[in-house]
Structures are given as C-alpha cells and as structure tokens.
C-alpha cells in the first residue's frame, strides 16, 4: 500500500478529522455580532441536545465555549461552593482535583489507582459521612487509561444526595456513549470536541440544570471569562463575552449536523436520523470496543480495565512482551498513528482511540497490521 503523507490518527485525541469537516474550517470569516452568527449559533442547539441526552422538554441548557475542556473544569467549580468531593482515578480526574485545590475549595479527595475506578460504595460512605458536599467532580471516561465510569450506578448513589451538585467531565464519552443527563441527575456536563466529536481542538460545549445556574447566579466570584452564568447566558443570547473561535463553530454545526442525519454511519445503518442517529452512533463505537477487546485477546494481551469498567472509545491494552515504542513507530511507517501508555503506564500500556469518525473497516486494517507487526516482533524476539 501507498502510505498516507499523514498517518491516520489512532490516538486517544485529537483524533481523525474528516475532510469535509476540515472544509467548514477554511469558510469565510464573519462578524460575531452578525445575523450570521446568530444564525451559526443556532443551528447547534438541537443536536447539543441530543449529544447530552436532554429529555424533551428539559429545562437543562446547553452552551458552547472558546477554550479548552480543562477551562470549563474551572468554570463548573466557580459556580458551586466551598466543600468538594473528588473522585481521581486518572490523569484527568487528577487535574480535576487539582483545579479545585487551586480555587481554594475545601476539598476531600477519594483516589483509586489508574486503570481502575473508585468503588461507589466508597463514593456514597464520603457523601454520607463527610459531607454534606456542594459539589463532586468525576470524569466519566478516563483517557489516559480507557476507565468508563458507568453512568446509571453513579447517578443511584448521588440521587440519594440531591444538595450535591454533580459535575463531570465528558470529554472523551460525549458523541461515543449515551449520557441522559436528565435522568442521572447531574448538573454540569462539559466536553471538548477534539475527541468522540471529532473536530479540531479549540471548543467546549456544556450542560447545566436549571438549579446549577439559579445557585451560580447567586454566588459571587466567579471570574469573568470562565464565569459559568456568562458562558450559558451569553450563549442563549447569542453574544459570546468575547470573540469566539468562529471557524470551529462552523466546523462544530457541520458535524453535529451530519451525526443527527445518519451521514456518518455504515450504510446498513443511513436512514436514522435524530435520537435514533445518535445511538445507532453509540452502537457503532460499542461493537469497534468489542472488536478490539478480541483482538487484544487473540495476541495474549489483556486490557488493563476490568471489564465492567471499559471505554467504548478507547482501548487501554497492558504491553506484555511487546515493545510499545516500537510497535507504534513501525504501524506509524505504515500510516497508522497509535497512542502510548499516559504518564506512569507510558510503554507498560498503548492505547487505540476507536472513536469519533472512524469505521468499523478502517479499525478491522489497523488492527490486521497491528498482527502483523506483533508477530514480526515476537519472533525477532525468539530469535535472540
């Protein structure tokens, strides 16, 4: 095969970005403040919607932010008080917390080691017996070790305590899994787009209830530029507090627009649209994380989450004998980019980011090269 002058992008973000995605980026400018705009703005809502699993009729809102998904950490703890429970059992969870000490929170911190989740046994005995809390932050899918945090059983413990704000970060979930943030009862929700999305970095988009904007509004330094009641009201007026990233908007209602049409699933599947779009979405990312569990299976190599606990948009695969580095720079020369183990588990683990555009085909060549690699590298090994 010829290689790509760029390898596709197996990475857990940024990943792939399709070609017509990348067209919407190179559209000509116009004034924020211009009916143009209003109109671009417009056109996200709906789908936002369905991306957050909003209940028809919800009084939740959405929003869309110029920065990075790490700003809108800090933007969801200057709307909450003082007393924070956070859960940390990865990188990001970690920055989380880190956010929260650094705003002067009064925090408590429960942590579990990476590739694992705090259990929520554990999480509902904090609430209970060291709270009450304001708020608890969590990240509902873990990047640097593919950990998902099941949604359904997190929101049985914190309904039991509904003066908790749950706050979480959905930055490699959202557009990958089902959040029904109504149902679970959870107050802030943010994700930056460069992941399960799709896109180019540069946005943020967000949910709040409705009682997570009332209390913010009452609070008061909450900053300017990160101010979560700026950030939402600015958005339902259509007037962001500052020039946004106008390109990545356009980029942004493009793609929401075509997941919510069926134009990015197989073609057994086109012809669902809304609701049923997005999950047909979800169905998909779910059977590329089967395949890829399978894969690792067939080459002795074991996942490093249990299986309760797996991401259906990245695949955390524990090295064994292999040679991380080396396998990434050879299926890197044959167009093909994988993404190495996070901090602490770098060359222990590699990790694949089946998410966002990619197919089921595409994932089926990777991983075809990936055996071939692997054995070309055990039996160089045998050799020795």
């Known amino acids: 095969m010829t290689n790509p002058a760029k390898p596709i992008l197996w990475i857990p973000g940024p990943t792939e970005v399709r070609p017509e995605i990348l067209a919407e980026c190179a559209r000509p400018m116009i004034g924020h403040r211009s009916k143009a705009m209003t109109t671009l703005m417009e056109r996200l809502d709906p789908h936002l919607k369905f991306a957050f699993g909003l209940k028809d009729g919800s009084d939740a ?191 942004l209602a493009k793609q929401l627009e075509d997941i919510s049409a069926g134009v990015v699933l197989p073609e057994n599947q086109r012809g669902k649209t809304g609701r049923a779009a997005w999950q047909a979405r979800f169905d998909e990312h779910t059977r590329m994380q089967q395949v890829t569990e399978a894969w690792a299976a067939s080459n002795d190599l074991e996942m490093l989450p249990a299986p309760a606990l797996r991401s259906t948009t990245i695949s955390c695969i524990q090295a064994g004998d292999l040679d991380v580095p080396a396998l990434i720079t050879a299926l890197k020369a044959q167009g093909h980019e994988l993404g190495n183990g996070y901090g602490d588990l770098k060359d222990k683990t590699f990790r694949i980011g089946h998410m966002g555009d990619h197919t089921e085909a595409g994932l089926q060549a990777l991983l075809q090269l990936a055996d071939d690699v692997i054995a070309a590298q055990r039996a160089a090994k045998a050799r020795v």
């Open 61 to 251: 809102s959405v929003a869309v932010h110029t920065c990075a998904g790490t700003g809108l950490m800090e933007s969801a703890l200057l709307g909450v008080g003082l007393r924070v429970l956070c859960i940390v059992n990865g990188a990001f969870s970690k920055r989380f917390h880190e956010i929260a000490v650094a705003l002067g929170k009064d925090v408590v911190k429960l942590a579990a080691p990476m590739g694992s989740q705090v259990p929520f046994a554990d999480i509902e005995k904090a609430l209970r017996e060291q709270g009450p809390f304001d708020a608890l932050t969590i990240v509902s899918n873990e990047t640097s070790t593919g950990v998902r945090t099941p949604l359904a059983e997190l929101a049985a413990v914190t309904k039991k305590f509904p003066q908790t704000m749950v706050l979480v970060d959905f930055v490699s979930y959202i557009a990958g899994a089902p959040i029904d943030f109504d149902a679970h009862g959870f107050d802030f929700g943010f994700a930056g787009i460069q992941k399960a999305l799709a896109l180019p970095p540069g946005l943020t988009v967000a949910a709040a209830s409705k009682r997570y904007l009332e209390a913010a509004k009452a609070r008061k330094g909450r900053g300017f530029y990160l101010d979560p009641v700026k950030v939402f009201e600015g958005h339902a007026e259509r007037a962001t507090m500052a020039t946004p990233a106008i390109s990545l908007y356009y980029a």
